[in-house]
């Protein structure tokens, strides 16, 4: 169903109005149209479009011309005038022979007319074309209520174009220095963009006078052609019974090998839009949304929407407000990352760790890992710097609001959206039950509280039952997750011994880094590895749970899969965040695993650098890998494919395929639609927002894969990919609100890496309480002096375990055996009271660290709530609109109806005086 009500609309813009259900005395008593209302194909330029209203003009007139032309473009039946609004492929070969026959029998049965054509490359393949006459597409066009223009709307402003326009006034100030026509779309190109001012209505066959109807075989564009006969033949018999309907049946049981909708042609054309103008939609988005060279240009969504449909449309909108919502959080990182740049110098806890030539730190590991002096890490030091300073705790709050704000401002943008497609009292029909939830429970039905007829049904207990199996089947998978991260763990225990007693110098003195560096791609591939075993995981549960409808199956599927990668991708970043480090004990008592391995300790500049390699590195591999396989193998696939058909028929031989079959011979769209993307983009969103505080650069990344990402799904789409069918959707689903819980966990994360994984906290405590400052409400560089020191605890080498003394006794440091080292804590000396006992600093450190938690959360929170509060989820201006269309849609039905009652009495009147007359 494509609405709810059959409320008037604006082809632009949707109309709230309590008055829809008195819609049939408006369509009784509108005059004929005055305006016309342009369709779809008025973007083309008449003279080369495939399908256009002269065209059909033509054909009807008779010409000769055109139908030869559309012989041979692939996109009409062999006379040339019946467009082809559908396909359905099958193999001779294949043994379901009678359940194909019933099927087509009932199609044409449906008044749909249909054409068989074979492969030129394989005479096994048959190409069945399908084509929706107007007569049924008008039926069944009523039957789902598609809304279509009927009169010209009366011109109204809002208040964001007024907007729109004074921004593009400032930016054409600064041209000379900016690409030409920056972000905004060419008019010469798309001399029509801007929506069709129009009012619409759900079809009515008794009322189509009232339609804008310029020509009956350009009414209904080539998408929503498509999604009628889809319509159609989802309820279409293949067997005597009343569950054996429906084309997704036999496309699951092999009847059918592909079915989908044709492209409108090839995207290329040897001649140029802008002269020649576009040969047809798919050529215009090419052009104007697919190339490279228009990256830096808005997307087309109105033209996105018109080809793919709003499901599509809908994600793009989406991935574009999500990306241009990235340059102010890249922007403000940069500026942390810049300002830790120009601060380096000044910072006086990296000039304390650079001179500490005398300060020897106690070595990471068992046996091999030797000495080392402090300034060793000035370069770890330094770095650390760029990410942990001063501006830090600003940019997580910062992060933790423009999520907010992101969220918010897109309910908005989504308004809008909504509103200018057509979709705000869009509901979608009453789903059909999934096939394989008919055949496990066609033995027990109930009444349908809604349509009122028997249903399969499925009992509380087995729903529990089977909820609690796949329960369990996630926490198994979890659990391996974690088995995978121990094994990490490990990995890095042994290996930086290892690389402690490597040969090479470079090696051996920069064993930690080494450590971290190998255990990441390590994780990497671990992580795609699990991501193909999850996915059948995922399936397995999915189906084992027996959801009732598609939409079920598919919130299910996606809950799952989004759990699933998301623990995948972030356990071992949550480990080095909040546990590398953090339980090994101390010199003479450390920690063990199984025992046997010492536990891994942070750098001697700290924690912070190991999560900035995890992010870095993770978020680089994951978004080329993402882009290669999204693009890369859908290319190496269809030049596969073309290999293929030049060895079988000769490169001397030159084959014109029909569009049927170069469309047959892309690659279909992900059997899992859109959530792929969808899931990409949620992931990216999380590592952009949950570990921000340690990797500031994070959006900046993001944003220069997202420009990528568009384009790349655009040309996917446009050039790789069969034409997927034209959905309707109101918003994202169940995307929003993972995001939303997204948003909640970054406040919670960045408020523990702020207070635990970096050294903002001590230095906070050490400037007010125990340095030079102390008690002066100073903090500036001056009042970390002897930071370094008092972060640093002594230890006796005397002292070290038998299986932990180094093999080197530290005398090339000074000469002599070294008698202490240093390592990072606050203990007690081992000559005091209580050795290696806290001291009172480590209790300051902790309660300042757990307020600061507090405080952190809850401030945050409260602002993320108070944002939500102040920003209404409708426009003012849409909300101004959408209130005068209502008053001039009441104006027009009270005309009507004063115009209606004025005719009744001088009818009356007539009668009344015919009467009259007619006495003696």
Request: aromatic residues 14%.
């Amino acid at each position: 169903m494509e609405a709810s009500s059959s409320g008037i609309t604006n082809g632009k813009t949707k109309v709230f109005h309590p008055v829809a259900k008195d819609v049939n005395i408006l369509f009784d008593e509108l005059e004929a149209v005055s305006s016309p209302c342009k369709d779809d194909d008025s973007l083309l330029h008449p003279g080369n479009l495939t399908s256009t209203s002269d065209d059909a003009s033509r054909l009807e007139a008779g010409g000769e011309a055109v139908p030869e032309r559309n012989k041979s473009n692939g996109l009409y039946f062999r006379d040339g005038k019946c467009r082809i609004d559908y396909i359905l492929v099958y193999r001779k070969s294949n043994p379901q022979t009678e359940k194909r026959e019933v099927f087509e029998r009932n199609i044409r049965a449906e008044g749909l007319q249909m054409e068989k054509e074979s492969s030129l490359i394989n005479s096994d393949i048959i190409f069945v074309k399908l084509h929706a006459p107007w007569e049924v597409l008008g039926r069944y066009a009523e039957q789902m209520n598609v809304r279509m223009p009927f009169r010209r709307k009366i011109y109204y402003l809002p208040r964001r174009y007024k907007f729109m326009s004074r921004i593009d006034k400032q930016i054409s100030r600064f041209r000379r220095w900016l690409p030409k026509k920056p972000m905004r779309l060419d008019k010469e190109t798309l001399p029509d963009l801007e929506e069709n001012d129009c009012y619409t209505a759900p079809f009515s066959q008794q009322r189509i006078h009232h339609f804008i109807i310029h020509n009956k075989e350009t009414f209904f564009n080539n998408a929503t052609r498509s999604r009628i006969v889809h319509h159609i033949l989802q309820r279409i018999k293949y067997e005597e019974g009343k569950n054996k309907i429906g084309l997704n049946r036999l496309l699951t049981n092999g009847s059918y090998e592909a079915a989908f909708p044709l492209h409108e042609g090839s995207y290329r054309s040897k001649n140029s839009i802008r002269t020649h103008g576009a040969e047809n939609h798919r050529h215009l988005l090419y052009e104007c949304w697919a190339s490279w060279g228009v990256w830096y240009k808005y997307q087309p969504l109105d033209l996105v929407r018109r080809y793919f449909g709003e499901k599509i449309g809908l994600y793009f909108a989406w991935l574009g407000w999500y990306t241009g919502m990235l340059f102010p959080a890249a922007f403000i990182g940069l500026f942390v990352f810049l300002y830790g740049v120009t601060t380096l110098d000044h910072c006086q806890v990296s000039k304390e760790v650079c001179q500490a030539t005398d300060i020897i730190m106690c070595p990471v590991c068992d046996k091999y890992c030797p000495f080392m002096r402090l300034s060793d890490s000035c370069v770890y030091a330094k770095v650390t710097h760029l990410f942990d300073n001063g501006a830090t705790v600003f940019f997580a709050v910062f992060m933790a609001v423009w999520a907010t704000v992101f969220l918010e401002f897109w309910k908005r943008r989504r308004a809008v959206i909504a509103y200018d497609w057509d979709l705000i009292d869009w509901e979608e029909e009453e789903e059909e039950i999934r096939p394989q939830f008919e055949a496990k429970y066609s033995k027990k039905e109930r009444m349908n509280p809604i349509s009122g007829k028997p249903e399969p049904y499925q009992a509380f207990t087995d729903k529990c039952s089977r909820l609690i199996v796949s329960a369990s089947g996630i926490f198994f998978m979890i659990c391996v997750v974690i088995a995978a991260v121990f094994g990490i763990v490990i990995y890095r225990v042994v290996t930086v011994s290892t690389f402690a007693a490597f040969k090479w110098a470079l090696i051996r003195n920069n064993s930690q880094v080494a450590t971290t560096g190998t255990a990441v791609c390590i994780n990497f591939c671990i992580i795609m590895l699990l991501n193909v075993l999850y996915e059948k995981v995922a399936l397995l549960l999915t189906n084992l749970e027996q959801p009732r409808t598609e939409s079920e199956w598919e919130n299910s599927f996606t809950l799952k899969m989004f759990l699933f990668q998301f623990v995948n991708l972030n356990s071992s970043t949550f480990y080095i965040a909040f546990f590398l480090g953090r339980f090994t004990g101390h010199p003479g008592a450390y920690l063990r695993l199984i025992n046997r391995w010492r536990l891994e300790e942070c750098h001697p500049s700290g924690c912070l650098i190991d999560l900035c390699m995890q992010m870095g590195i993770i978020m680089v591999l994951k978004q080329t890998w993402n882009n290669f396989m999204e693009l890369g193998y859908p290319l190496i696939q269809n030049w596969w494919t073309r290999r293929k058909v030049r060895q079988e028929h000769g490169p001397e031989r030159k084959i014109s395929f029909p569009q049927w079959e170069k469309d047959y011979n892309l690659q279909p769209m992900n059997a899992y639609g859109l959530f792929d993307e969808y899931l990409e983009m949620i992931l990216q969103f999380g590592f952009t927002t949950i570990f921000v505080a340690a990797f500031p650069l994070a959006p900046l990344l993001a944003l220069l894969n997202n420009i990528i990402e568009i384009r790349l799904d655009a040309y996917k789409f446009v050039t790789q990919w069969r034409r997927p069918l034209a959905s309707r959707a109101k918003d994202i689903g169940i995307w929003y609100g993972i995001l939303e819980g997204i948003g909640i966990l970054s406040v919670i994360t960045n408020a523990f890496v702020i207070a635990i994984t970096s050294d903002f906290i001590p230095r906070l405590v050490y400037a007010y309480k125990y340095g030079p400052c102390a008690g002066q409400g100073e903090a500036g560089q001056k009042c970390m002096v002897g930071y370094v020191n008092a972060s640093l605890s002594v230890f006796r080498i005397s002292d070290f375990e038998n299986r932990s003394e180094p093999e080197s006794d530290g005398s090339e440091f000074s000469g002599t055996p070294l008698k202490y080292c240093r390592y990072r804590d606050y203990r007690d000396p081992p000559h005091s009271l209580v050795p290696y006992g806290y001291t009172l600093q480590f209790w300051h450190v902790l309660a300042a660290r757990l307020a600061f938690i507090i405080v952190f959360e809850h401030l945050v929170f409260c602002i993320k709530h108070l944002i939500s509060y102040l920003i209404p989820d409708l426009p003012k201006d849409l909300r101004d609109r959408m209130r005068r269309e209502k008053y001039l849609i009441q104006e027009m039905m009270y005309e009507a109806e004063l115009e209606r009652l004025q005719k009744e009495r001088k009818e009356r009147k007539k009668n009344g005086k015919a009467h009259h007359n007619e006495w003696p």
